[in-house]
């Protein structure tokens, strides 16, 4: 597709389209374009945790791979959504590695990230993966856009600019969701 061998936002959002549109050969031609993005999206979920890591970046964004085929009634406007997306299958994934590991071992070994030095929801360097999964949960059922926008620019590595677009909403009302909700996080995790 690219004439110059580097995949352009036009070009993805063009497959984005097609895709969208029902043909599942366009998801084919845009997974080589997007998975090097994919795959450092994985490996910056899975490097703040310590210790051994139960998903390897590449299987991570394998397994997001299957979920995506799965998917049926898309429609993507642009290549946030699609990341967007992305982010939310990971964010599953890791949740559903996390939850078996748990219950194998009854508390032990569960899956911590950490939120990076500049965006901490709480004063721990590390955040339980399955507490924040079902703090997220709690937040959405009152305040489903602060919870989609943690969700954008945590798991899915999305900047101010591209969670407002992603959800049609502008950069100071993203801004003001994001600042919500990392207090509320933040309450909701130290408590």
């Known amino acids: ?15 984005l389209a097609r895709w969208s549109g029902g043909d599942k050969a366009a998801l084919d031609e845009l997974v080589p374009l997007v998975y090097v993005e994919l795959r450092r999206l994985a490996a910056s979920y899975l490097r703040r945790r310590p210790g051994p ?8 964004v394998h397994e997001a791979y299957v979920q995506l085929t799965d998917q049926s009634s898309i429609t993507f ?10 982010a939310k299958l990971m964010r599953d994934i890791l949740v559903d590695h996390a939850r078996r590991r748990h219950a194998a071992k009854r508390g032990g070994n569960q899956l911590m990230l950490s939120l990076g030095e500049a965006d901490r929801v ?10 924040l999964d079902m703090a997220l949960k709690r937040l959405a059922e009152t305040e ?8 954008l620019r945590y798991f899915g590595g ?12 502008s950069h ?3 801004e003001r969701y994001w ?12 408590a």
């Open 1 to 15: 597709m690219p004439t110059s061998g580097v995949p352009t936002q036009h070009d993805v959002t063009i497959l």
């Open 53 to 60: 890591r139960p998903l390897e970046a590449t299987s991570l």
């Open 77 to 86: 406007e642009n290549r946030a959504q699609f990341f967007g997306l992305a």
């Open 122 to 131: 709480g004063t721990k360097p590390e955040i339980d993966l399955l507490l």
């Open 144 to 151: 489903a856009g602060y919870s989609r926008v943690v969700e």
């Open 158 to 169: 999305l900047t101010i600019e591209e969670t407002a677009e992603a959800m049609h909403l």
């Open 172 to 174: 100071a009302t993203v």
């Open 179 to 190: 600042n919500f909700a990392r207090a509320w996080l933040r309450r909701e995790l130290d």
